[in-house]
């Protein structure tokens, strides 16, 4: 039965991670560059959740509602300000400032709430569940963030593949000069993809710190990076990959930290992205570069 | 009546000056082919008028309007589209999914299956096609794609870039037989071609580019006698 535990919890874990992978991967399928900064936006929305339940009094939900608005104005935002003047420069430069951006939101929530640990509460409040007669005990939380990634995942799907915006999503990730041709605004689908990932940033923040209930203002670099990751891992700009990815990398390290070491486990999934990549280095559903003749 | 005039246009890579004062008009429903040899600077023109590159100076009349500064995508809702150099298809999406893109601009639901459908019949295959992948078609099809996703968004002015390019001497007949049918269906047509043969043939009047600036223009048949031009251009 603890096998079946670890494995939910990691699934749990790993849906997180796929929803920030989906900010990750979206951004960079779209815009053609690396978010640095989405780690910190959902920090950003845990704090926005942390402040509207804890310190204003208001219902979990208002709270989660005030923090997708925020962390979707947050990343439109940076990507006005630091990224929509770099549209043309080098992918080095952008890199660079999104960084900087990361640092930024870091050391603003510093100055706003401080270097203490919070303690977050919970936004989900269903009682846990109780499964086999009672021998095992999956919490409320973790269904709760399973369910939400099935269906952000299934909602994601069907805008990309059923709207206006979700094609021109689809044309601008392919080629932004000939998408231009069709008529389509760029750089408002690149706002768009921005607002969608940051607003999908905040979901996870409130779910992560759901789980793991303590909140610093450095609490979204390392599921940042994790994300970012699983991104890579499930190939960078696809969708499904960033789902497969976030899983895998949940699931290993879950079971690798009731296994084999809590302290090796980070070193596992890395090793693990390593491997993949000596393999398949475009991840595992990523496409080749097809050299147009 | 012209619909585009452009005047002393100029454009620069950087430094470098790619065209250089360059005045044409294109009349109403007319044929209008530039030709010139690589580099000349006939993509770039296009380009420029379309809104991808910035000019440097002069300016761009469309239908009367100064569309010099005007953002590239704001130029499909007003009637120009762009069939571009190397096709440039969406690869990874269908054939109905990129023509479908061809009327992004465009609101009216019905109006845009009544031009599905002209589309369809005027490029049989394309339809046969229709859930195929575009990245899979070949060259020749994927020209069609091109300019059947051009005329999803019923333009006025349709500006071609080296249609003819890469493709077999059959693909290039029946391209050409379309571009005749197009124009005569009431698209005004701005053709950039290496094959200047072809081009002639077809057009009305020409613009013969020689870096970067005009050298010669007039009567399509009468270039076509030009001594200079059957040297350079007609291999004769």
């Known amino acids: 039965m603890s096998f079946l535990t670890y494995l939910i919890n990691g699934i749990s874990l790993g849906s997180i991670y796929a929803i920030i992978a989906l900010g990750y991967t979206m951004v960079y399928g779209i815009a053609r560059m690396l978010n640095f900064a989405h780690g910190d936006i959902i920090m950003v929305g ?81 009682p846990n569940l109780k499964l086999a007669g009672g021998k095992m005990t999956v919490s409320s939380v973790t269904i709760v963030t ?18 206006k915006t979700g094609q021109a999503m ?63 891992f499930g190939g960078i700009g696809s969708i499904p ?17 009731a296994y084999i070491s809590s302290q090796l486990s980070d070193a596992i999934v ?15 559903l990523g496409k080749k570069i097809q050299e147009k003749v | 009546m012209a619909i585009l005039e452009v005047h002393d246009l100029s454009v620069y890579y950087g430094v470098i000056q790619a065209i250089k004062g360059i005045s044409f008009e294109v009349n109403q429903g007319e044929i209008i082919a530039l030709i010139g ?35 590239g995508h704001k130029l499909v809702s007003m009637g120009i589209a762009h069939v571009p150099e190397g096709r440039r298809v969406f690869a990874q999406l269908t054939v109905l999914q990129n023509l479908k893109l061809g009327a992004f601009t465009r609101k009216d639901k019905d109006g845009i299956e009544d031009t599905l459908k002209r589309v369809y019949a005027r490029f049989p295959r394309l339809k046969e096609r229709q859930n195929q992948v575009a990245g899979t078609l070949s060259g020749g099809e994927q020209q069609m794609l091109a300019m059947g996703r051009a005329l999803m968004s019923h333009p006025r ?18 391209i050409f037989d379309i571009i005749g049918k197009i124009n005569r269906d009431g698209t005004t047509v701005l053709l950039v071609e290496q094959n200047a043969k072809k081009a002639l043939a077809i057009a009305n009047r020409a613009y013969v580019l020689e870096t970067g600036k005009i050298v010669l223009s007039g009567d399509a048949k009468d270039l076509m006698n030009n001594d200079s031009v059957k040297k350079a251009y007609l291999s004769e």
Request: aromatic content about 6%; glycine content about 10%; proline content about 4%.
């Open chain 1, 46 to 126: 845990a704090f926005a959740v942390f402040t509207a339940v804890s310190t204003l009094g208001m219902p979990p939900f208002i709270g989660l509602i005030a923090a997708i608005a925020i962390c979707t104005a947050l990343g439109l935002t940076i990507e006005f300000v630091a990224y929509r003047p770099l549209r043309g420069a080098t992918s080095l430069a952008v890199l660079i400032t999104a960084i900087g951006v990361s640092y930024l939101l870091q050391n603003l929530a510093l100055l706003i709430f401080g270097s203490n640990t919070r303690q977050f509460t919970s936004i989900v409040t269903l």
């Open chain 1, 146 to 163: 399973i369910v939400c990634c099935i269906v952000i995942m299934i909602a994601l799907t069907s805008f990309i593949n059923h709207t």
């Open chain 1, 170 to 232: 689809l044309a601008v990730s392919e080629d932004r000069g000939a998408a231009t041709l069709m008529g389509i605004n760029v750089n408002r689908t690149i706002a768009v993809t921005f607002a969608i990932g940051s607003a999908l940033a905040a979901v996870a923040g409130a779910l992560l710190c759901s789980m793991y209930p303590s909140l610093t203002p450095y609490t979204g670099s390392m599921p940042g990076i994790k994300a970012f990751t699983a991104a890579v």
């Open chain 1, 241 to 257: 990959g960033a789902l497969i990815g976030g899983l895998i990398l949940g699931v290993v390290e879950n079971l690798s930290k």
């Open chain 1, 270 to 284: 890395f090793s693990l992205l390593i491997i993949i990549l000596l393999v398949r280095p475009t991840g595992i």
């Open chain 2, 37 to 71: 040899a690589n580099g000349a600077g006939k993509t770039t023109i296009l380009q420029t008028i379309t809104g991808l590159i910035p000019a440097k100076g002069g300016k761009i009349f469309y239908e009367g309007t100064d569309i010099t500064r005007t953002p």
């Open chain 2, 157 to 174: 002015l349709i500006v071609m870039d080296e249609p003819s390019m890469g493709l077999s001497p059959i693909y290039v007949n029946e």
